[in-house]
C-alpha cells in the first residue's frame, strides 16, 4: 500500500514529474524497427513520457527522432516528407537531417542562416529490433545497455509489442507476481501440455500450485524475486523456482530465461509493453515459429488489433473499457474458460486496465504473495528518490549481460540465489535506502 502522494509520484512520467526525470536518465525504446520499416518512408508519430516526436528514416536507412513540432512556427512534421537525408517541413520547407542539423531554409535569402540554428533531435541507437532513444540531459547520457538478445540476427529473435491503455506501473506489477499465472491463466497454462512451445513446457508445472513461496532482494540493477513452487510428481516431491529481474527504469527478465520484457510509458495511461523472445540455437524469428509462439500469448497482429492492442485500434471502439467488459466473453465463462478471455496476452490487459488508468494503491490490500510488488514499489521510489536528490540513476554501474531471469529444480537444502550467480548486491549506499 502507498499513499496518494507515493503513487502519483511513482506513476506520473511527464515533464517537471519525479518519476518522468528518472526515466529521462535511461535509454529507453521510443518504437520498434518493424514500424519505421523503409528507408524514405513516411514519418511516424512517437509519444513518449507525454512528449510528442517524430520518427522518420532517411533514404540511406538512418533514423531520426525529432520533436514533432517544426522548430520553425510549429507545424507538425508528421506532414513533413523524407527527401533524400532529410525531413523537410511541408509548411515553409525547412529541411532537418537525424540529427537536427538545418540542411535548406528556402524561404530565407540568406544562405548562411541555416548554419546559425539546430533543430532538437534525441540520440537514436537501433538495436534488438527496437528503435532507443535517451530524452535526459545530453551532459548525463549513460552507457548504451547491451542485452544479449541484441547480439542475435532477427532469425533468432521474435519482438511484439501490445499498446496498453494504464499506467506502466500496473504492467510491471503483473510481471513480478508469480502467484497470478496459476490462477488468471489457468486455462491457457492447462492447455500448454498440448504445445510443443518452449514457452509452454517451461510454464506448464505452474498449474498446479497457487500459492508460491515468494523471497526478493535488492540487486545492483533493481531486484530479483524467486517464486518456489512444491511440486508432487511421480519421482516424488520437489521443488521449482523461479527467478525474475527487475532492471531499472522499466525492464523485467522473465523467468523463462528467453524473453525480456520492456514497459514503456506513452504517457501516464498508456504504455508500450514490449516483449523480445531470443535463442541463439533456433531461428525462432522465422516462419512457422514466430507466428506460433505469438498467436500462443496472443500477441500475433490479428489477436492485438481485435483486443483494441495497437496504435491504430486503442483510440476506437476496440480499446479495452468497462463498455466492453475487457473483452470478456461470459458465454466462453459458462463453458468452463476460467476467464473467458482470449489468451494470456488478453487476460493480464484486462486485469491491469480495469483497475484504472491510474490504479488507487492506497486503496490496496497487499498479501505474502505480494511482496515483490512491494518490493517493486519501494525500488521504483527509491529511483525517483535518487535522481531528485543528485545520485547516481539505480542500475547505472549494473552489466547487463550478468542479469538473468531463470528456472529451475533445486535440489534439497539448494539456495535459490545459486540459479542467479552473476546478479550483485547493491552498493552499499542504495543498500541502506529504507525498503519496505
Ligand atoms: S513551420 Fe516548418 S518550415 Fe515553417
Ligand atoms: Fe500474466
Request: glycine fraction near 8%; aromatic fraction near 8%; hydrophobic fraction near 40%.
Amino acid at each position: 500500500m502507498l499513499t496518494q502522494a507515493e503513487n502519483e509520484l511513482m506513476c506520473r512520467v511527464g515533464p517537471g514529474s519525479g518519476m518522468g526525470a528518472a526515466l529521462r536518465r535511461y535509454w529507453l525504446p521510443a518504437l520498434a524497427s518493424s514500424e519505421l520499416p523503409e528507408p524514405g518512408g513516411d514519418p511516424v508519430h512517437v509519444e513518449l513520457l507525454g512528449e510528442h516526436f517524430v520518427a522518420f528514416r532517411d533514404e540511406e536507412g538512418r533514423v531520426g527522432l525529432l520533436n514533432e513540432a517544426c522548430c520553425h512556427r510549429g507545424a507538425s512534421l508528421l506532414l513533413g516528407r523524407v527527401e533524400g537525408c532529410g525531413l523537410r517541413c511541408i509548411y515553409h520547407g525547412w529541411k532537418f537531417a537525424v540529427d537536427g542539423k538545418v540542411l535548406e531554409t528556402p524561404n530565407v535569402p540568406d544562405a548562411r542562416f541555416k548554419d546559425r540554428i539546430r533543430a532538437k533531435a534525441w540520440p537514436v541507437r537501433e538495436a534488438g529490433g527496437l528503435i532507443w532513444t535517451y530524452l535526459g540531459p545530453t551532459e548525463l547520457q549513460p552507457s548504451f545497455p547491451e542485452w544479449p538478445w541484441m547480439e542475435v540476427t532477427d532469425a533468432h529473435r521474435i519482438n511484439a509489442m501490445a499498446l496498453v491503455p494504464c499506467n506502466f506501473v500496473q504492467i510491471m506489477e503483473g510481471l513480478v507476481d508469480s502467484s497470478h499465472l496459476s490462477v488468471l491463466h489457468i486455462t491457457p497454462l492447462s492447455q500448454a501440455d498440448k504445445s510443443e512451445l518452449d514457452f509452454a513446457r517451461k510454464t506448464e508445472h505452474m498449474a498446479f500450485d497457487a500459492a508460491p513461496r515468494i523471497e526478493a532482494e535488492l540487486t545492483d540493477f533493481g531486484f530479483h524475486y524467486v517464486a518456489m513452487r512444491d511440486i508432487e510428481g511421480p519421482e516424488g516431491h520437489r521443488i521449482e523456482a523461479r527467478v525474475a529481474a527487475f532492471i531499472a527504469p522499466c525492464f523485467i527478465n522473465n523467468p523463462n530465461g528467453d524473453l525480456f520484457f520492456a514497459c514503456v510509458p506513452v504517457n501516464d495511461e498508456v504504455t508500450r509493453f514490449y516483449h523480445v523472445w531470443w535463442n541463439s540455437e533456433r531461428p525462432i524469428g522465422e516462419e512457422p515459429l514466430r507466428s506460433q509462439q505469438l498467436k500462443f500469448v496472443g500477441l500475433d497482429d490479428e489477436a492485438l488489433a481485435r483486443h483494441g492492442l495497437t496504435p491504430g485500434t486503442i483510440d476506437g471502439p476496440l480499446r479495452p473499457s468497462r463498455e466492453n467488459r475487457w473483452h470478456q466473453d461470459r458465454e466462453l465463462v459458462r463453458k468452463g474458460h476460467f476467464t473467458g478471455i482470449f489468451s494470456f496476452t488478453e487476460e493480464d490487459v484486462a486485469v491491469s486496465v480495469s483497475g484504472g488508468a491510474i490504479r488507487d494503491r492506497s486503496k490496496e490490500m497487499l498479501c505474502i504473495a505480494d511482496h515483490a510488488i512491494g518490493r517493486l514499489y519501494r525500488v521504483l521510489l527509491n529511483m525517483a528518490k535518487r535522481v531528485a536528490e543528485g545520485a547516481e540513476p539505480l542500475a547505472s554501474k549494473a552489466n547487463t549481460r550478468d542479469i538473468r531471469g531463470t528456472h529451475g529444480t533445486l535440489a534439497p537444502n539448494q539456495n535459490w540465489r545459486t540459479l542467479v550467480p552473476t546478479h550483485r548486491p547493491p552498493s552499499a549506499a542504495a543498500a541502506s535506502e529504507p525498503v519496505a
